[in-house]
């Protein structure tokens, strides 16, 4: 059994340790599933209505906690750091991940759990079976948890805390280090808008109290029609969403054509207006030099128009879906350079760019 301890701790320390670095790579993503959560407890739970919408300006700090825990705990359980605190800590973070993972496959509810990030995307029943998973395993660090040597590791811990929020600071002051979105840099819009081949569907119908199933749709006006699967799942567009339109229309496959720069505003609340003053001398500068600048917001017509008018920034706007906006760019205002619809460019406002290295992008 002791055998079966160290394979669990291996495991366990591996799979934390990948977990953790892929989130804080991007906990901006993270946040956005913690205030998810806490808003659909806030509807499941009218009585601690306020106490969980309290919670959803803190979660981006939760965010970083968690993830850097994970990335912590499982370098502490490989190096032997403390075995009883580490495996107490894992046990309890991990029953943490699985309610949260039932909760959404049992009501159907925040359909991606984000337990890899952008990288891995799991099926609620899956989130919900990896973490069963790793709770037995941790069940039984936690038994034999008294026959782990504790080890002078302390330095290693204490390094890898520095590093792991050293990364969820850079991230978050500029952008991920490894762009996982289907928006980044390089990626073809229109392209991911269609499915990569035509799909394939096998169509299920009951005759007689029987299932049975056909690759192409029957004639027979006999059959009851039960559900259509798609067999090649991979097949489905990456992006489903990308919408843009304004009061006259939709403009959608305009932002496909030529080049645009597109500044990104999610929202008004907590934009980061220091910015705009660099991002609109920007906008000024290509303007002339066959580079349309454009705005994309959810926010509505009358806000936005006193905004933009307060902040000088004259350029067209068109309205996208706030997720969508958050799945763009992960900072508030953002910048994004299209050239007939591939992603040349992707700023935080941290990195606005010069005229002529959007000009360069474009060439």
Known sequence: MKILAQISRAIVGLLFIFSGLIKLNDPVGTQYKLEEYFEVFATDLPQFHDFF???????????VFLCTAEVVLGIALLVGYKPRTTAWSLLLIIVFFTFLTFYSAYFNKVTDCGCFGAAIKLTPWTSFSKDVFLLALILIIVFYRKKFKALPTGIIVVISTIVSLGIAVY???HLPILDLLPYRVGASIPAQL????????????????????????????????????????DAKPKITDYKVWNDAGDYTEETFKGKKLFLIIKNLTD??????????KLINSIRTKGVEPIILTSGNSEEIVKFLSAHQLNAPYYYVDATVLKTISRSNPGLWLLKDGVVKGKWHYNDTPDAEEVIELVK
């Open 53 to 63: 919408m309290a919670l959803v300006p803190l979660a981006l700090y939760f965010s």
């Open 171 to 173: 991230a978050l002051r």
């Open 194 to 233: 269609k499915p990569s081949e035509p799909l394939r569907y096998l169509y299920v119908f009951d005759k007689g109290g029987k299932e049975v199933e056909f690759e192409k749709y029957p004639s027979d006006t006999t059959l009851v029609f039960k559900e259509m699967i798609v067999l090649n799942e």
């Open 271 to 280: 934009i980061n207006t220091a910015a705009l003053p660099d991002i609109n």
